[in-house]
């Protein structure tokens, strides 16, 4: 992942799930990370700002999302941290509607790269925006519940809120 320049704002936001980091630079939303998730860049650094615009946002409608009142975000999003082809499969994720989930190999054909399910499923492991840009929704084949960078207890409780796993 490129580093954030100019470095971004931050703000703490407190999800059912655990503590999460939310960041925001001049261009949108650019990072939202459960505390000590794999892949999260070291954000102490940053500045604080809770007034900022699109930290407000995100914190109304992340609270909204787990209280099961909304299940598609209005938010502008800065994926400009990522290489090309990771902001490819993250603009890919963001075509997985809400309620369904797709496999790594689904993802990849329809992203144009059959033959780079192994790299799409470590862009997919380093989207920066989590819930947001919906990682979550990428299952394994047959439907298996595997890889997470927030845990895959949270990648659970994820789709049980979505209802989308009724068995976890």
Not at 64 to 91: H, I, K, N
Request: hydrophobic residues 40%; glycine residues 12%.
């Amino acid at each position: 992942m490129k580093n954030f320049t100019p470095a971004p704002v931050r703000t703490h936001f407190e999800s059912p799930l655990g503590p999460m980091t939310l960041a925001a630079s001049s261009q949108g939303l650019c990072g939202v990370w459960f505390d000590g998730q794999k892949h999260q860049p070291g954000p102490q650094a940053w500045p604080q700002d809770a007034a900022h615009p699109v930290l407000l946002q995100v914190q109304a409608q992340l609270a909204e999302y787990f209280a099961g009142r909304r299940r598609m975000f209005e938010l502008p999003l800065d994926l400009s941290a990522g290489t090309d082809f990771q902001q490819t499969v993250w603009r890919g994720l963001l075509k997985i509607a809400p309620g369904t989930t797709t496999a790594y190999g689904e993802m990849a054909q329809r992203i144009g790269k059959p033959m780079a399910v192994r790299a799409l499923g470590a862009a997919v492991g380093r989207n920066p925006i989590s819930i947001i840009v919906p990682c979550h929704r990428v299952v394994g084949a047959g439907g298996a519940l595997t890889g997470y960078a927030g845990g895959l207890d949270r990648k659970s409780a994820l789709l049980r809120l979505e209802h989308l796993e009724s068995n976890l």
